[in-house]
């Protein structure tokens, strides 16, 4: 099993600029989720996924969307970058009470 | 509002020596408590968890302690490894598995 995989690595994106952060799982887990960290910060969570089709907005939902048309795949959108969304993501999914994170994307908004 | 507090950024223990590290949380709600271990550049992993009808889980040279009076828990580490350099997250959630509500972390520093 590949567990939890992101791409890309790292990213600089310009202001206004969009993209889609990829991440899938192949353990078959229903939950699964999208945070950020900021530097000297904990994880927030940006939405999350109970199963195909259904996601819920969580602390810190402006400027993102997210779609789950699979129970693989979790994109997380940015439609219109910021600087203020410069941050390391982090997608997870959930097996009951372990949540297994993904190696991280890091984007650079300028 | 940080509703799960991790007060000291960093600790120095050395090795084979007991590594504590403190949490506070101050939602009443919180049912379930965990903690994660992260490495740079990587993702966090799960550690060990507890629920609040326990006060104590032990988990090999880990054990996380409960006190739900003080709303306090703690993880301790014995004997400490360099390997457990990191930095390591509290986390609790209430409900389900909906929300998870992390801390700032505590980088962990073993000296050999």
């Known amino acids: 099993n590949a567990g939890v995989t992101q791409t890309p690595k790292f990213r600089i994106l310009k202001i206004g600029q969009s993209m889609t952060l990829q991440c899938a799982q192949d353990?078959?887990?229903?939950?699964m989720y999208w945070y950020r960290q900021d530097p000297g910060m904990g994880l927030k969570l940006i939405y999350y996924?109970?199963?195909?089709?259904?996601?819920d907005k969580g602390e810190v939902p402006n400027g993102y969307n997210v779609s789950r048309s699979t129970t693989e795949d979790f994109p997380l959108r940015l439609e219109l970058a910021a600087p203020s969304q410069t941050s390391v993501y982090f997608c997870?999914?959930?097996?009951?009470?372990?949540?297994?994170f993904g190696p991280g994307t890091r984007l650079l908004v300028l | 509002d940080q509703q799960v507090k991790q007060n000291s950024p960093s600790l120095s223990v050395q090795e084979g020596r007991i590594s504590i590290l403190n949490c506070d949380y101050t939602?009443?709600?919180?049912?379930?408590f965990l903690w994660y271990k992260k490495y740079p550049a990587e993702g966090p992993t799960f550690l060990i968890s507890?629920?609040?009808?326990?006060d104590k889980n032990e988990d090999g040279r880990f054990t996380v302690f409960l006190n739900k009076s003080a709303k306090h828990l703690s993880l301790h580490i014995v004997p400490s490894q360099p390997g457990d350099s990191a930095v390591y997250f509290c986390?609790?959630?209430?409900?389900?598995?909906?929300?998870?509500?992390f801390g700032i972390g505590t980088k962990l520093q073993v000296i050999p």
């Open positions: 997870a999914s959930r097996m009951k009470e372990t949540q297994y």
């Open positions: 353990m078959n887990h229903n939950y």
């Open positions: 996924s109970v199963g195909a089709g259904i996601t």
């Open positions: 939602n009443s709600m919180f049912d379930y």
């Open positions: 507890i629920s609040s009808i326990k």
């Open positions: 986390a609790a959630e209430s409900g389900g598995y909906q929300k998870v509500t």
